[in-house]
């Protein structure tokens, strides 16, 4: 996968609310932590999507992806995705996208 590519399915991921989540990478349907590739995770943050996405390669394309990312925050993803309204996180991606 291209940087762009795993940022467009990230962002699919949390496209819907219910699939969005704050202050862990991943959570199954009962709200309880789980790592982002277990077949259960339900939710993510912005980090835990692009695990996801990456299908768990932390290769030089999710680290770039990653990057693009943070570039569009300036700050940390963690703290931005913690921090901000699911629009605003999606806005972020969307720019990520748009500029990579």
């Not at 699919?12 to 009962?30: C, F, V, Y």
């Amino acid at each position: 996968m291209t940087p762009t590519e795993i940022l467009i399915k990230a962002r699919e991921l949390i496209a819907d609310p219910k699939h969005w989540t704050q202050g862990q990478l991943a959570r199954s349907n009962t709200g309880s932590y789980i790592n982002p590739q277990h077949p259960s995770a339900v939710c993510f943050c912005s980090i835990g999507a692009l695990e996801r996405a990456a299908g768990g390669e932390f290769n030089d394309a999710y680290y770039e992806a990653r990057a693009r990312l943070r570039d569009t925050l300036n700050r940390c993803i963690a703290s931005f995705n913690d921090n901000h309204t699911h629009a605003q996180v999606l806005a972020k991606f969307d720019e990520a996208i748009n500029h990579a």
